[in-house]
């Protein structure tokens, strides 16, 4: 039988996570409800039992380290074990010539659950297929990053107090950026949410995309100058360009430089009340000048709620949370 993606549809226990597709702003309010404990436990570093006696493999393909980082201290603030490897093209049997799918089949019979990031679009699906244990997608190549949405959407979340009615500015390789493609996604849960998608012509999003993710009622508006960004956005949403997605580094050459955050941009066309997010790493596309600037939050809440989100996800998945 192929192997198809379970709904959420309230319940996470034993799920994989392997897209956006699989939530409803429902399911989204379930992990935010339990935020406010996580955070109590980390900001108290009250040692947790809650998922004593589980061990969670953390597999990267690609490098890694917010992602990385905050799964492997939200399984270890909870009480859970991990065993990681990084580069396993390197690290691991894969470098022998292991297959995805038999990698899966070991970590199975060592860990409750899988989080995985892949170089390949579709690899988490494929992943996940062969793993009995659920798999988490940390990243499968340009295609999706699922819970780097869930803490995009908590920080903005936290900051506005709705998830609606909002209009973001996402800039940079939009072709290529899974969280970028996973934010629009989860943004398109939620109603009256205008995006504005800016960046050079050839970076675009795929029309198949644009079609898919427009589907769901949200109005996408591309831009391709700096002088039609909306002067009244909530959230300014910046990502680099991937170029290690591009057929060669002159290619990705090509647009550095290209819709850089400067203090200029944002005295031009940003407000007061707005709030700047970039996923990270940064690197060059928002000015250093602008980490001082209070609506900057890329290198403080969403950072630190990835750790708060992922606690949340793993103790869900497991079945675990209160
Ligand atoms: C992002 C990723 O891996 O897609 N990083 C992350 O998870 N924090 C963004 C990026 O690499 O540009």
Do not use: C
């Not at 992602?67 to 691991?92: C, V």
């Amino acid at each position: 039988m192929p192997f198809s993606l379970q709904t959420i549809d309230g319940s996470f226990k034993g799920k994989d996570i392997i897209s956006i597709d699989q939530f409803s702003s429902e399911d989204i309010e379930i992990i935010f409800n339990k935020i406010h404990a996580m955070k109590a436990l980390v900001i108290n570093k009250e040692p947790s039992t809650l998922l004593q006696g589980y061990v969670i493999a953390l597999i990267f393909y690609e490098p890694s380290s917010r992602t990385f980082g905050s799964f492997s201290s939200a399984a270890k603030r909870l009480g859970a074990a991990t065993i990681e490897y990084l580069n396993p093209q390197q690290n691991s049997s894969v470098a022998k010539g292991e297959s995805l799918e038999d990698t899966m089949q070991t970590l199975q019979s060592y860990a409750e659950i899988i989080v995985m990031r892949h170089y390949e679009s579709g690899a988490a699906i494929k992943a996940a297929g062969a793993a009995s244990v659920p798999l988490i997608n940390a990243g499968d190549g340009g295609n999706a990053h699922p819970t780097s949405t869930l803490l995009d959407l908590y920080t903005i979340y936290e900051r506005f107090q709705r998830l609606t009615n909002l209009t973001v500015v996402i800039s940079g390789d939009i072709v290529h950026s899974r969280t970028i493609k996973s934010l629009i996604q989860g943004l398109s849960l939620y109603k009256e949410n205008k995006v504005y998608l800016l960046s050079p012509k050839e970076l675009r999003l795929e029309k198949s995309d644009f079609e898919r993710f427009t589907k769901n009622g949200i109005e996408l508006i591309e831009i391709f100058d700096e002088k039609d960004i909306p002067k009244d956005a909530n959230v300014w949403y910046w990502n680099r360009i991937q170029k290690e997605r591009f057929p060669s580094i002159q290619e990705a050459e090509k647009y550095k430089g290209k819709f850089i955050l400067t203090e200029k941009l944002l005295t031009e066309y940003g407000n007061n009340d707005l709030i700047i997010l970039d996923p990270l790493p940064r690197v060059g596309e928002i000015e250093l000048a602008i980490d001082n600037d209070p609506r900057s939050l890329y290198l403080k809440a969403q950072i630190r709620n990835s750790l708060y989100v992922r606690m949340a996800l793993l103790a869900l998945v497991l079945g675990k949370a209160k």
